[in-house]
C-alpha cells in the first residue's frame, strides 16, 4: 500500500481538499514502489483518461489519494501484467463496479522463449501485432508507415516491446495537432544518437565476465537513460520558451 507524504495509507481515506498533491508530490509518492515512473508518464495516463486529476484556476493538477491509488493500480497492472492501457482502462471500471476481476497470469519472454518462473537474466515484456492495434486503436497501414519510418520496429517473430505501446498511442496523439509520422523521424534521429552515446558509457561495463558488473551496466543504463530524459525535455522546454507544470 502506497504511503502519503504524512505517513497516512493513500488508499482514500482523506478527501479534503488539504490531501491533495501535486504531481511532483505523487511522483515521490509513487518512486518508492516504482522508481521508472515520470510526469511524463503520469500526464500521459491522465491523457488516456486512466486518472482525472483536478485542477486549480490556473491550471496546475491536483491529485487525491484516490488519484494516487489509482495511478498504482495502472502501474502495477502493466509491470506485472503487461496489459494494454485499454485493458487495463476495462478492468478498473469492472472494479469500481464491484465486480471481480482476473488479472492474466505473469508471463515474460526471454530470448524469444516464454518463461513461467523468475529468472536472474534480464527479461522484458512483449506483445503481440494484434495487441498492439488493440491498444493503440490503429489499423496495419498506419502501423506499417510508422515502421517505414523507425518510429516502431519489430522483434523477432513479429512481436514488439511492450513500449511500443506508448510510442503508438503518443503519435496517435501528435497527430491531433496535424504533426505527421514523417515529421517525428528527427526525433527517432535524436533518441538514436542519445541511446548511441548511453551504449558507449556503459559498453565496458557491459563486456565484463563478472556478473555483478552486468547487473551495474543495467543499473547504469537506466539512471543515465533517465537523465537524458529529463535533458532532453528540459533542452526542449528551454528552446519553446515554456514551462510545464
Not at 80 to 107: F, N, Q, T, W
Not at 174 to 200: C, N, S, W
Amino acid at each position: 500500500m502506497l504511503r502519503t507524504p504524512s505517513g497516512g495509507a493513500g488508499s482514500g481515506t482523506a478527501a479534503a481538499d488539504s490531501g491533495l498533491m501535486s504531481i511532483g508530490t505523487v511522483l515521490n509518492v509513487l518512486r518508492d514502489e516504482f522508481p521508472e515512473v515520470t510526469i511524463s508518464k503520469i500526464r500521459f495516463l491522465e491523457s488516456e483518461g486512466l486518472i482525472e486529476p483536478q485542477r486549480t484556476p490556473s491550471g496546475y493538477r491536483k491529485f487525491s489519494p484516490e488519484d494516487v491509488e489509482r495511478l498504482a493500480q495502472v502501474l502495477r497492472m502493466q509491470r506485472d501484467h503487461y496489459l494494454p492501457l485499454k485493458v487495463i482502462r476495462e478492468h478498473l471500471d469492472a472494479m469500481e463496479r464491484g465486480e471481480a476481476v482476473r488479472l492474466p497470469a505473469l508471463s515474460r519472454q526471454r530470448d524469444g522463449e516464454s518463461v513461467g518462473e523468475p529468472s536472474d537474466e534480464p527479461t522484458a515484456a512483449r506483445i503481440g501485432r494484434a495487441e498492439l492495434l488493440a491498444a493503440a486503436d490503429i489499423g496495419d497501414k498506419e502501423l506499417e508507415e510508422w515502421e517505414s519510418y523507425g518510429l516502431i520496429t519489430p522483434l523477432e517473430e513479429g512481436v514488439y516491446d511492450a513500449e511500443a505501446v506508448t510510442v503508438a498511442s503518443l503519435i496517435v496523439q501528435l497527430g491531433r495537432f496535424g504533426i505527421e509520422p514523417r515529421h517525428l523521424r528527427v526525433m527517432k534521429a535524436a533518441a538514436d544518437r542519445e541511446a548511441g552515446l548511453v551504449d558507449q558509457v556503459v559498453a565496458p561495463l557491459k563486456r565484463h565476465r563478472n556478473p555483478q558488473t552486468r547487473t551495474l551496466a543495467e543499473a547504469r543504463t537506466k539512471e543515465l537513460a533517465g537523465l537524458t530524459v529529463k535533458l532532453h525535455a528540459a533542452l526542449v522546454q528551454t528552446a519553446l520558451g515554456v514551462r510545464l507544470p
